[in-house]
Every structure is written in C-alpha cells, then in structure tokens.
C-alpha cells in the first residue's frame, strides 16, 4: 500500500497527502479502527516531510476521517454509508435505474431540441470562423479589471463575498440608473432589476407575464435574435414576425396584422438599435410611429439594447424607452455583454417600478441575486471612468474591422444584399435559391464557417438564403481571405 | 448656464464634464447645432482644466451628441427622439400607462406572496438579531481570495470576461467531480451542471421534471428549508411533509404514506445532513432505510448537501448519493454558500449524465452560464488550497459559538427542545401553546429578533411553537444577552 501515491504540481502538498488516504479510507482499502502508520513511516512512504504527514492526519481527524488515541498514533474512524458493497441494498442500489428520458417534461424536451449550440459546429482549430458575435478578448483591458476589482475588495470585500439583494448591487443600479437617465429615460415610476444577463431578464419577464389566452401571441421582428424565439417559444409564446426593411421594421406591415380584429397580442419583442441579426438601426421617424402603434393597440413592448453602445457612425438615437417619456409600456433589458466582458454575466431590466417589484420575488425565487462579485467589478470599472476609455479603443477596432467585412462583402459577394449598420457582425441575403446552409457545407469544407440565418427566422423554411457573419473575433488577413471563399462557393451555388 | 457643475471626488473629471453636457443635450437645454463654448470658455466656466475640456468634446463627438466642424468649433447634434416634448405622440405616451398587477400571471402572484424577504423585518442597528445563517463575514480570508482571482486572471484572463461553457467552468467541474468521487461518490454515468448557487440548481432540476398528474407531488421532511417548499409551490407541486425525529425522518410514517395505494410521488427532497431548520443529522441506519424505501416505490431524490462540511462532531457519513452506488435515482445538489461566500454565486448538480444533459439546455436558456469570475475565483482559491485553511477556521470559530448559544439555550430555555448538530443554527420546540410569532413581537420589543419556526413548515399552523436560532453573525455578548432576553420573554409566555 501507498505505493501509487504521485505528487502534482499545482495543489499544496498537504491536501494531496490527505486526499490520497482519505479516499484509500472511502474505497475500504483502509478499514475502520485500522491503526494508520506512524507520521515518520508515513513521511517515508510518500516520500514527503513529516510535518506534512502530521498536518495532513490533523486534516483527515477534522474531517471525521480518523481519530487520535493519545500516546498511540492516529486511527481510521469507522465511517457510515460510504461502501454501498458493505450494506444490504448495495444490490437493489446498483439496480436503481430511473429512465431520466422519460421524466423530461416538454419543458425540458423543447430546451434541448431549441438548443442550437449543442450540436454546434465542431470546427477545426485553423478554420476561419464568423460564427462568433462575442468580443475580441485580445482588447480587453485585463489590468483595469484587475484593478476594479481590488479598488472595491479595499472598499467593501466581506460586503461583496457574503449575501446581496435579489433587486441588485445598490451602488450599480444607482450608476446604471443615470446611465439611462443620460440616455433620454424619464426614470420617475421606474425602477430596475439586475440579472445574470440579457437572457435571464428576457426570462423572467417573459415568466411573470400572463397571457390573454391559453397561449401568448408576441410580435417580432423577423428575422430577430434566436435566444428570443427560443425563449418565447419555451414559454408558450406564438410569434408573428414582421419582416425588416432597410431602415427597420415594416411598419405598415406591422400594422396591417395589428388591424386584425381576431387577433391581440400579449407583447413585442424590439430591437431597435444594431438589431441582431440584420445590424440594422430603426430610424427616428419608425421608432415614434412604431411607439404610436404600440401605444394605439395597447402593446408592451420589450425592448432589447443590445450593442447600442456599437454605434459607428451617425448622430445618437434614444432608445424606444426615452421615447416613451412617463409611460410605463415599455421594459427595457440592457446589457455590456457585447461591448465589454460576456464573461461578467451582468444585465439590467429597466420598467415600470411595480413590474419590478414582482420579477424581483421571481429573480429571488430562482437563484437569490446575481453574482455580487461580477456586478461590484462592473460597477467600479465604471465608476472609474474605464468604460469610455474601453468603448472608445474598442470602436476604433470594431469600426475597422466593420470595414473591411464589408468592403470584403462587396468586393466578393456582389450578388449579396448586406445590412448592418454597426455592432459586431454583417448579415447578407443571397438571391433565392442559395441555400446557405449548403453553401455552409461547401464552405466548411474549405475551412470557412459562418452561421446560416434561418435559425434568426420566426418560420421553417424562412431565410434559408441568408447568412450572419461575425468578424469581431476574426483576424483581418482572415476575414479577407474567408469572404474570398464564401464568394467561390457561392458563385457555384448560383450557377448551378 | 453651466452654472450648476459640481464635481464629485470619486470619478474622472472628464466623465463628469461629458455626462454634465450630454445631460444638458438631452434635456434639449442645449440644442441641435447649437454651437458650444470654445474649449478655453468652457474651461472658465466649469473651472476645469483645457485638457480636461477638450477629452470630454471629444467623447461627446465619439459618442455622436456632438459633431466637430473644422477651424469653426464644436456643435450640438439633433438627436432624434430624446425629448418626448418634441414629437406628436407626447401626450399619448405620457398616457400609455399599463396597469400591470392586471398583467401579472399566478406564477409571479405567488412569487410575491411566497417571498418571504420582502416584509422581512427593518430592525434597527442595534437590534440582537438571529435571523441570518450566512456566514460571518470576519471570517472572510480576503487576502486568499484577492489571491485566487488574480492568480486565475494571469493564467487565463482573457477566458473568464468572455463566453464560457453552460455547463460550467471545465476546471471547477474536474475538481468538484474529484471532491464529490472524495465524498464516496460512484461518478461513472454522472456529469456536472455549474448552477447560481443551489437555488437555480433546485429550480432548473424542478422544471425540468414531468410529473405523473397534472400537479406535481413530493415528499419532504417536515420543516423544510422554506425556499424549496417555496419552489415547489411555485412549480405546483403538493407537499406530503413527514415529520423529523431526533436522528432523521420518520421512516416509519414515510413508508405508511408510501404505502398508500391512492398516491404516487414525483419526487422527495430530503436534507440528510444539518438538516434547514432543525440541524438533525439522518443517521446512517436511517438512510439506508430511506434509500431502500425510495428504491422500492420508485421515487427519485433531490439531495440538499447543505452545509455538509460544517460537522463538529463525530465521523463523517457519506451523502445519499454516495450510498445509491451506481444507481442515478439520486440528484445531489450541492453549495459552498454556507461555509466559504454567499456572494459567489456556485453551486452544482451532480446526477444521471443523461438528465444534465436535459438540465444544461434548459440552463443555456435561461442565463447561458454561471459567472466564469465566480466559478474561477472559487476553483483556484479550493486548488490554493485555502478551503482546507478557511474551513479549519471556520469550523473552530462556529463550533465555539454553537456550544455557546447551546449551553445559553440550555440555561435561559430549559422549557424548550433543542436540536441541531452542526452547522450554524439551532432549532427550538416550545411546549405547545407558545407561540413564536407572538414570542417575536414581545422580544423584538426588547431588541431581539429570531426566526418563527412555522415558515419551514408544510401546512399553515404547524410549528407554530418552534423557532431557528441563527448564532453565527451574533457576537458572543450578544448571544448570551438575546437568549435571556427570549427566555424572559417565553417564561411570562408559558405562565398566561
């Protein structure tokens, strides 16, 4: 015994000693009662220091591992439970087998058929990939972050490691509060949630509402993000899609369907800035007539904010809420997760004060708050004038990059209608008849992958002759040479 | 103009300066191509420096409220839809008020009714409270944890701001796999899902599930953690709550109602170590019962390793999920919430490799993952080492308190039963008739708050006799104070 016991590099010396013979005490191979070696024979077997056996044996008595007999050496405690092979059901236990398959509602059974990432593309590591819209992680500011971090452990760490509020970190939802304010948005009556994201705001507030009848009806923009139709679709939701024009929603079309007397409609889903997947900026003269129209038929609209910090041209529009003034129709669920670190999983519902109270009691019921630690690191990176400097090198970059996929765009695939005004990626309609996701295929095998854009359409079968492509996390010779390979594979498909 | 500028201390001046002229845009104050003070001007009259004037220009430029017209200046641009004044839809959208408590469906009512922290009790500061069981936060190994982060952050910084994996941080699952194989665990079949904290493991795990009927039905003990019967309330689960006995559930009442013909259970959630509210330890002969029993009728185990690690006496007794061997009836959800930070969000489900696989879908689309700062910070300060270190601590401190509030229990309450065998709360039974809401009021009169007993129970009237004593963030003084005080109290109680 004790002879397979291999030290690792990376784990202090004392925890590896008292998990090798912690787990020889759970497998049986150390018995209860059994008396363990001397510290010393023991510090000559594994080869280590015996103050690192004595500190290891104290770890394995504080454990309920072992027990000390004063004056005699250290003992294996008898431990209950742990070998199912010692008791009498270890047979019918080894026999227990559920069927999960069968126990999954259609809840979970949609979950799992809606989600697109898990059969994802497993491309190789050379491949050329626009399939990501998540930022460039070489221009993340990593010391600012570094130093949020620590400014606001000095300020408050024990208040940040133990329990915070459901609602959020006080001192970011005041910040992000004039945040909103600085964007046009009369606050009175409202009042704001901090959740683990966008997608757990669009969840909750999807959650709470009740529909006017057994299944809600939403309005979207079609195409429109696919976490949104995911996510409407898991909560019941049919969707009606209004098509995209150049410069945002077809309103007209969009009131055609509201005129249908047979039809209400519980919400809209928006995005009117940077809209994913087409990149296009609703004009002013559509977001007030879009408002009016919501305002007639009696429609919330949830609003998503998605990238509008990516704006790269242009003068600032205000976001569907401003335009609202002191109406409460409109909740809006913004997020940093585009323009600064996904990986600080931080967004905000912004609405009426009443509403938010009540997703509060859900975000509490579902999983207490949102990680104290992610939104104190927001909220002082912010606070420490980081967010200007990052957005401003951030653009630069982007703006470039939007540049050059597009001069690529155009120089290669003429024959493709492009749209994306700003944010992190293009999207591109092929005449009828390009099936992109062939063309995917076909490029795939060339070493280039983009994401085909039905999966953005409300209906099978829609959009089946476009394509999204992500360039943020692409390098420039990459783009060039992708889009090149995208354009040869097309001009086959459009021969043919 | 310009007059009311005043600078804070705590953020860059620029920011200050742009947010002030951005501010004075958008409230249409200053309007479209309108042209501002030259930078020398501005720099008289906000008493800031040129450099100072000129950044923030700039930022208004960058982020298009201003535009910059060669050798002449800078203007204001005509933002678009920022001032509800300006367009014609004004007065409606004022009026577009929603009433939405009309809105709201059952789920967020009973949310709402069901949250118990919303009319918890304002006390004020000097108020002996034992209501918290988080951590005490003086405990806290700051210093480990700035450690652990910024360890993690030069190894892999770039990573953890941006996506990660729905199911988790790889390495915290390898290591927590490791940990829960060191609890006795047969892993071969299981996989991991990452959670925030056990509440959104619970939550997802209750979703996920079909029941058999329409409304769900599950076993519990009774009391029971008051946020998983919450849960269960919401997802409209009946609760069968079996009573507690001193060393467990009463397995004789769970096979009677087991054995009823009439009823199947979905599910039963049990808390088999330092159970919430009532800190019993399920034996180790009762847990073979229990498992037995669940074996036989079929019934598949939600598992609450709540605090598992704060045992303060005897040897350590393996989870159910480790006697169930090979069999995937039980689902283990586990938490260092209680024992290392609340603050950080982690918690995780290990179960049958199928269901995660169910359970990550359904957690892609509702917060697509954990935060990787949390997850990261937690796996490399348990690599460090410090867990090991901070649980040792830890242990001796609220072993100390525990035995303390003990023996003033003991002293002050002679009239009441006690129970709890770790952890970082004991539980009372008055004799029948004193009730502790009632108890409540007459001590928070003397500045001593506790938690009524009757919220972990099933059924409405039950417990109304029990209280939860939490010792752990009340200093020593104030334990032996409070508990007099309760006990003053109850006796004047026990008398009428």
Chains 1, 2 share one sequence.
């Not at 008396?35 to 080869?47: D, I, V």
């Not at 653009?395 to 540049?403: D, F, N, S, T």
């Amino acid at each position: 015994m004790f002879q397979d016991f291999k030290l690792v590099d990376d784990r202090p010396v004392v925890i590896q000693v008292k998990e090798y013979i912690q787990r020889l005490i759970i497998k049986g191979a150390l018995q209860g009662d059994q008396k363990l070696p001397s510290t010393r024979e023991m510090s000559g077997l594994l080869k280590v220091s015996r103050n690192t056996v004595i500190a290891a044996y104290e770890g394995l008595e504080e454990g309920g591992f072992a027990y000390a007999v004063p004056g005699k050496g250290s003992y294996v405690s008898a431990l209950a439970g742990y070998l199912a092979e010692d008791s009498a059901e270890a047979e019918d236990s080894a026999g227990w087998q559920f069927d999960w398959r069968a126990r999954m509602n259609d809840y979970a059974v949609s979950a799992v058929e809606l989600d697109i990432m898990k059969p994802g593309i497993r491309a190789p590591k050379e491949t050329i990939s626009f399939t990501s819209i998540a930022p460039d992680e070489h221009l993340f500011d990593l010391g600012d972050v570094r130093r949020a971090f620590l400014d606001r452990m000095a300020i408050e760490g024990q208040v940040l490691l133990n329990y915070g509020y459901a609602k959020g970190y006080k001192p970011l939802i005041d910040y992000l509060m004039r945040y909103m304010e600085n964007k046009g948005v009369d606050i009175s009556g409202k009042d704001m949630l901090i959740t683990s994201g966008f997608t757990e705001g669009f969840d909750i507030v999807l959650s709470a509402l009740r529909p006017a009848s057994r299944r809600g009806a939403a309005i979207c923009e079609n195409p429109t993000h696919h976490t949104a139709i995911k996510n409407l679709h898991l909560q019941g939701y049919q969707i009606t899609g209004i098509p995209m024009e150049r410069d945002g929603i077809d309103v007209e079309e969009l009131e055609r369907v509201l005129q249908q007397k047979s039809r209400t409609f519980d919400l809209a889903y928006l995005t009117p800035s940077y809209h994913n997947p087409t990149g296009i900026v609703m004009s002013p003269a559509k977001r007030s007539a879009v408002m009016k129209l919501m305002t007639r038929y009696g429609i919330p609209v949830i609003e998503d904010g998605f990238n509008e910090e990516l704006r790269y041209s242009g003068a600032h529009i205000a976001p569907l809420i401003a335009t609202a003034g002191q109406g409460n129709g409109v909740i809006y669920i913004g997020s940093f997760s585009k323009v600064l670190f996904p990986g600080l999983r931080v967004g905000w519902v912004l609405a009426d004060r009443e509403l938010i109270g009540y997703l509060e009691s859900i975000k509490r019921a579902r999983s207490i708050h949102t990680s104290t630690i992610d939104q104190s690191i927001l909220y002082q990176y912010l606070l420490n004038g980081n967010f200007d400097k990052y957005v401003r090198k951030a653009r630069a970059e982007y703006k470039r990059k939007y540049e050059l996929t597009k001069a690529c765009c155009e120089a290669y695939l003429p024959q493709a209608e492009l749209s994306g005004d700003g944010g992190l990626h293009l999207f591109l309609t092929f005449p009828t008849g390009v099936n992109t996701r062939q063309l995917l295929d076909a490029c795939n095998a060339q070493g280039v992958i983009f994401t085909p854009g039905d999966r953005f359409f409300i209906h099978e079968g829609e959009g089946t002759n476009t394509l999204r492509l992500g360039f943020s996390r692409v390098a420039d010779e990459n783009i060039k040479r992708g889009i090149r390979i995208i354009g040869e594979q097309a001009r086959s498909f459009l021969r043919t």
